[in-house]
């Protein structure tokens, strides 16, 4: 168990729809990361926040924003959904960002 | 730009034998170097990290790897294969030194032949 819990397991939805993914870091970790892995892209960096504040921007699409609350919990909306966002999204979390990235066991989004 | 490549996308090995996955990588700087672990319907497990010091590393469940600079290697090596090793592979670069964000290869499945 790394510490780091994502919610929910799986989502199955629809093109056009909106959906929310939850992710707690590990206890003290102020650092939280999103990763996309499809079979076609591998495992692609989304986007990193540090203690509430964006840190690093990597592939991330318009139609999807994030952002770390107070608490150091951290949800990844994506919206306007389309058949290839289907994927598996990761969340990882570490103490500073020069420390190993730990990973949830991530949310299988299914856009039908 | 910093990237990692996994030249193995599928290996086969029999069980009790050793095992090396390859990894080269790109990167300006020294690197911090990683090697990750997914089996199925899991997160990424850490199995090792390359900071400085020591080129050979031990990580977790009997593995090590060899960072070499000349090569731009970093090779991931487990002298005796258990069935349960079996799983996908990931190695990973330091994409800055101003963020903690990895940048992955496309992963090494391994197989183990009882």
């Known amino acids: 168990d790394s510490g780091v819990t994502q919610t929910p397991k799986h989502l199955i939805t629809a093109t056009g729809q909106r959906v929310t993914l939850r992710c707690s870091p590990r206890s003290g970790d102020l650092s939280v990361y999103w990763y996309q892995q499809s079979l076609d892209q591998g495992l692609q960096f989304l986007i990193q926040y540090y203690n509430g504040e964006e840190r690093a921007k990597g592939n991330i699409l318009e139609r999807f924003s994030a952002q770390q609350f107070p608490d150091l919990h951290s949800e990844l909306n994506l919206s306007s959904l389309e058949l290839g966002d289907s994927a598996l999204y990761f969340c990882?979390?570490?103490?500073?960002?020069?420390?190993?990235?730990?990973f949830g066991n991530g949310t299988r989004l299914t856009v039908t | 730009a910093q990237s990692v490549t996994q030249p193995d996308i599928h290996i086969t090995v029999s069980e009790g034998a050793s095992l090396e996955l390859r990894c080269n990588y790109s990167y300006g700087a020294t690197p911090y170097l990683f090697w990750y672990v997914q089996s199925p319907g899991q997160g990424l497990q850490l199995l090792l990290k390359y900071f400085s010091g020591d080129t050979l590393v031990q990580g977790i469940k009997g593995f090590e790897a060899e960072f070499k600079r000349s090569q731009s290697s970093f090779n991931l090596r487990k002298p005796s294969v258990h069935w349960s090793d079996a799983a996908e592979y990931f190695c990973a670069v330091h994409g800055s030194s101003n963020t903690g964000k990895l940048i992955f290869g496309q992963g090494t499945t391994l197989q183990v032949k009882p």
């Open positions: 990882a979390s570490s103490v500073e960002v020069d420390s190993p990235l730990h």
